[in-house]
């Protein structure tokens, strides 16, 4: 596809220049971090296919509608746009933070006897959930035919990523954190199960340790995880079946061939993308902001109320005969969303509110000692950034909200007035603003008054 060229090489341009750009303030958890590599992943290795021969979506199908050059052009150069944006705004906030580096922060102490709570309740229940669930013991009722339900067997890894951000990678919770892990990379669905308490657990790893980017041994495990998860539920669907030498084969497969990978056609985001943006044309109807209304309804259980609007009823409205993205679970990515809600405003005025937002987030979240509530919840919630890129933005409430319900809790006990303890931290500036003050004066400086310049 050479009509790419031109845009493929202002693609590449843009993307090289963000990262030199944005370089030297980026970090593991940073948001522009994850959208750079969304940007990469999603638009531009996918238009470097199309440009070396790969067919486009809908090719091998006369009754579909294949995504055409003209499609593919606009698409990429609104994803251009919503890059440059993104990162203009991520930049600004982090010229205001610096601005206002010297002033002191006043931040929440994590409350041990919240997380104690919280967990003492909600880690045994999630893991009976997990387990029945698996065992096909569980009698319906009301409760088990909700989603509440389903969501509760999360609610372990939910509960020892708290207890580890609270108390560190001890062994006691080490194990059941794997053994957990373990069960979910071989249910035979739901990968993010998997991927994304990883993602938490590498940014903690790191914040603890004041590093800003991972080392060989974590890139290593990555990458492992980064070849494995594309069969990953074809491997756990032959676990599940008692397969064990067809999920060894497909391990095994998983290091030496890409062919046969189960999801590939699935993965073209660009493609969705771009077909997405002309359907919204064809339909004509613009939503201007209605699509994030369904997170209002969201925890009414659909059992209850079986015609409640879904998170995904724009995409099915906008599908055709010849283009059935409602019948196979395509994603329009957060750009298709934005450009359904209120065109092309939409495409800079999201990614120019979520660059500036997060980051700012980012920075004042993570710039000062570990056991700070707000560190904790930030580290949740970007852990989801890639699925708020990917599926859409009530996707980060659904992936940290909902699926995480023990964060929840911990949250609305942190929110009460006089719970938990509010303390002034150094001001990012200061050479020991991520020491916890709170613990006493580090080695070296004398008691009473704040530590030297």
Same mark, same amino acid.
């Given at each position: 596809m050479t009509a790419l060229l031109p845009y493929l090489l202002l693609d590449a341009i843009l993307l090289i220049g963000a990262v030199v750009f944005l370089g030297s303030r980026l970090s593991f958890w940073h948001p522009a971090?994850?959208?750079?590599?969304?940007?990469?992943?999603?638009?531009?290795?996918?238009?470097?296919?199309?440009?070396?021969?790969?067919?486009?979506?809908?090719? $091998?199908?006369? /009754?579909?509608?294949? !995504? +055409?050059?003209?499609?593919?052009? @606009? #698409?990429?150069? *609104?994803?251009?746009?919503? &890059?440059?944006?993104?990162?203009?705004?991520?930049?600004?906030?982090?010229?205001?933070? $610096?601005?206002? /580096?010297?002033?002191? !922060? +006043?931040?929440?102490?994590?409350? @041990? #006897?919240?997380? *104690?709570?919280?967990?003492? &309740?909600?880690?045994?229940?999630?893991?009976?959930?997990?387990?029945?669930?698996?065992?096909?013991?569980? /009698?319906?009722?009301?409760?088990?035919?909700?989603?509440?339900?389903?969501?509760?067997?999360?609610?372990?890894?939910?509960?020892?990523?708290?207890?580890?951000?609270?108390?560190?990678?001890?062994?006691?919770?080490?194990?059941?954190?794997?053994?957990?892990?373990?069960?979910?990379?071989?249910?035979?669905?739901?990968?993010?199960?998997?991927?994304?308490?990883?993602?938490?657990?590498?940014?903690?790893?790191?914040?603890?340790?004041?590093?800003?980017?991972?080392?060989?041994?974590?890139?290593?495990?990555?990458?492992?995880?980064?070849?494995?998860l594309p069969r990953l539920k074809s491997i756990g669907q032959a676990v599940q079946a008692g397969d064990f030498n067809e999920a060894v084969q497909l391990v095994g497969d998983s290091f030496r061939s890409t062919k046969g990978l189960e999801g590939s056609s699935s993965e073209q985001f660009l493609d969705q993308y771009a077909g997405a943006l002309t359907m919204a044309d064809d339909y004509g109807k613009v939503y201007f902001g209605s699509t994030y209304l369904a997170i209002v309804t969201l925890p009414i259980p659909r059992s209850l109320w079986p015609a409640k609007p879904g998170l995904g009823d724009h995409t099915i409205e906008i599908s055709t005969a010849r283009r059935q993205y409602d019948r196979e679970g395509r994603i329009i990515t957060y750009l298709g969303e934005s450009y359904l809600n209120f065109r092309y405003l939409g495409i800079v005025l999201l990614p120019a509110l979520l660059g500036f937002f997060l980051t700012r987030w980012c920075l004042r979240a993570t710039s000062g000692p570990l056991h700070r509530f707000d560190g904790y919840l930030y580290t949740v919630f970007a852990m989801a950034y890639v699925q708020l890129f990917r599926d859409g933005l009530l996707s980060i409430f659904v992936f940290t909200v909902v699926h995480n319900m023990p964060m929840l809790f911990a949250w609305i006990l942190h929110a009460l007035p006089g719970f938990a303890q509010r303390v002034v931290d150094p001001p990012p500036a200061h050479p020991l603003a991520q020491e916890d003050l709170t613990l006493g004066p580090p080695p070296g400086v004398a008691p009473g008054g704040p530590p030297p310049r």
């Open positions: 971090t994850t959208y750079l590599l969304f940007h990469a992943y999603s638009f531009s290795v996918r238009a470097w296919q199309l440009f070396d021969g790969a067919s486009p979506m809908y090719a $091998e199908n006369g /009754a579909f509608d294949v !995504i +055409r050059p003209e499609e593919f052009q @606009r #698409a990429l150069l *609104l994803a251009d746009v919503a &890059l440059a944006v993104f990162v203009a705004a991520a930049y600004y906030a982090h010229r205001r933070f $610096e601005q206002a /580096a010297h002033e002191p !922060i +006043r931040r929440r102490l994590i409350n @041990r #006897a919240a997380v *104690l709570m919280v967990a003492g &309740l909600c880690l045994p229940a999630g893991f009976f959930v997990f387990l029945t669930s698996k065992a096909g013991g569980v /009698a319906a009722n009301a409760l088990t035919e909700t989603n509440y339900y389903t969501v509760m067997g999360m609610w372990p890894i939910g509960c020892l990523g708290l207890l580890i951000y609270l108390r560190g990678f001890r062994w006691y919770l080490l194990l059941p954190t794997a053994l957990y892990l373990g069960l979910v990379a071989v249910q035979g669905y739901h990968r993010f199960m998997l991927v994304l308490p990883l993602v938490f657990l590498a940014s903690y790893y790191l914040q603890a340790r004041r590093r800003r980017w991972p080392g060989l041994p974590i890139l290593c495990g990555a990458l492992l995880v980064f070849l494995v």
